[in-house]
């Protein structure tokens, strides 16, 4: 597929096309370009997210923000395999020694699922209980999404260049670098849904060439044959994941589940079955349910094992003397526990000076300060260092265009991939907004998650912008002109804002520079 060309089989308004010789090329168009350029360019993308996440990993030395409840939660997981209260003062005991002893009695009650503080203890494990050790996982994670995102926009788009410009993107993201250099939670949620999703493009594709193969060697059922799904379980295992880190990763659930369907329906409506709706429903849907939301089901509880295995996990009790009976003695306790989270986020209203609205978020009013210090050692009368939770303005104000461009391509063509992008955002972004009305202290990192669906969606308007390979012409210059201009002012946005990304010792007055808006203080 050229990387700007609409999929022939779900679009509407597009011109007449070629009709390929065979089912498979046209339910799903092989990928242009060979494999070794397709690792390359993502690879060499990816290096470069690498060593700016992992420059200065452990500066600052101190307790970023919400670090304060998961690098000790993860530490707790380590050593007793539930989240532990700890002394006061934990935070400055760590700091200064990493083998210090914060403990205090009983288990800690939480209000998220364990699977993200799991991931943080795995760069505690690795090296200690450091800043280092515990923004290990953040940062390998923030680094491997754009991986991620350029191959499955690689796989979308058909262009490896492309695919790149998405993990250029990424990379280059203020709120996504931040967020991966500290012990949060945000970064993990979206890895969790990047990789879900990926898994699910790639089903997509793979699922197309069987459906196709299987018409073409005889198949004439009216409902088409039945077709396996087997990356959709990778796929449940991530969103799994996603939602045992946090719970607004149900929301991607759904939204997925219902994306898959339709584009079953579409690959058997487009392979000429007769009854597609019928043949969609009964072997796609059913299996898909099981395959998403069972796998899913059974990889969040598998995360609590640790609570469930063991005594003195808040309101545990004492779990039954036969291992085997413990995970079904302790589902009643597990479900009052999570009725106890449901409680608390429903009931979170604590006015926050850094809180923001959903509607905040896309234009960036309100970031999080993480960490601010005034220092000496800049050269000047008064110095800065600051972490500041905010996206690449050039980027996410850019997207808010994108967005409103793909929406208005997927009504008119139903392009698959600009329904993808918008579907993304919108699971992110939207499903806040009941809480917010609710007035629910929420913050512009929960947003996080949909960052990878914006770029999408950029990505997809510098396609559209450059044109097809073919016929070659005037247009395709110009567009790869601005389509290149457009990431050169990103890559200079960034490096701009990077100081206050970061907590480089800078001058107040370069501080202040940088701070554009009253409510970014």
Not at 165 to 194: H, N
Not at 248 to 271: H, P
């Amino acid at each position: 597929m050229a990387m700007t060309d609409l999929t022939p089989a779900e679009t509407s308004a597009a011109p007449q096309p070629t009709y390929p010789s065979r089912l498979r090329d046209w339910l799903a168009p092989p990928i242009p370009g060979g494999a070794l350029a397709g690792w390359l360019g993502p690879l060499l993308v990816t290096a470069l997210a690498g060593l700016l996440r992992f420059y200065r990993l452990g500066s600052p030395k101190a307790v970023v923000f919400d670090e304060t409840y998961y690098a000790k939660d993860a530490l707790s997981l380590l050593k007793f395999g539930y989240e532990h209260t700890t002394v006061k003062d934990a935070d400055k005991m760590l700091i200064a020694d990493p083998h210090a002893n914060i403990w205090s009695d009983g288990g800690s009650f939480v209000v998220h699922p364990p699977a993200g503080k799991w991931m943080i203890a795995i760069g505690e494990w690795l090296f200690g209980a450091t800043p280092f050790g515990w923004r290990f996982m953040p940062a390998l994670c923030g680094t491997l999404a754009v991986l991620i995102l350029a191959r499955v926009v690689r796989r979308m788009t058909g262009s490896t260049l492309l695919g790149c410009a998405a993990g250029l993107l990424l990379a280059l993201d203020g709120l996504s670098f931040v967020t991966g250099r500290a012990a949060l939670l945000d970064v993990f949620v979206m890895f969790w849904i990047l990789a879900g999703f990926g898994c699910l493009v790639v089903d997509r594709d793979k699922s197309r060439q069987r459906l196709a193969d299987l018409i073409e060697r005889g198949d004439t059922s009216v409902y088409g044959p039945f077709v396996l799904h087997g990356w959709r379980i990778a796929a449940g295992v991530c969103l799994g994941m996603a939602v045992a880190t946090k719970w607004t990763g149900v929301f991607y659930i759904a939204a997925f589940g219902i994306m898959v369907v339709l584009w079953d329906y579409g690959a058997r409506r487009a392979a000429g079955v007769r009854a597609p709706v019928a043949g969609t429903l009964m072997l796609d849907a059913v299996p898909a349910f099981f395959q998403i939301v069972g796998v899913s089901l059974v990889t969040y509880l598998v995360t609590w094992s640790g609570w469930i295995f063991n005594a003195g996990g808040w309101d545990r009790g004492t779990p039954s003397s036969n291992p085997l009976w413990r995970p079904f003695e302790a589902l009643p306790k597990l479900w009052k526990y999570h009725k106890e989270m449901l409680h608390f986020h429903n009931g979170l209203h604590d006015h926050h000076p850094y809180q923001s609205w959903p509607w905040d978020w896309p234009v960036l009013r309100r970031p999080v300060a993480f960490y601010y210090t005034e220092p000496s050692g800049c050269g000047s009368s008064k110095c800065s260092s600051e972490i500041l939770g905010i996206g690449t303005p050039a980027l996410w104000w850019g997207a808010i265009a994108a967005l409103i461009i793909v929406l208005g391509i997927w009504l008119v063509t139903r392009d698959w991939r600009a329904g993808a992008a918008v579907l993304g955002f919108t699971a992110g972004w939207l499903t806040w907004f009941p809480s917010a009305f609710a007035d629910r202290t929420m913050f512009l990192f929960y947003a996080t998650p949909m960052v990878p669906f914006m770029i999408i969606a950029v990505v997809l308007v510098l396609g559209y912008l450059i044109g097809p390979e073919r016929p070659p012409g005037p247009r395709r210059v110009l567009g790869a002109a601005a389509a290149g201009a457009f990431l050169l002012v990103v890559l200079a946005n960034f490096a701009y804002f990077y100081p206050i990304l970061s907590a480089q010792v800078i001058s107040f007055d370069a501080w202040h520079d940088r701070i554009w808006f009253k409510s970014w203080i």
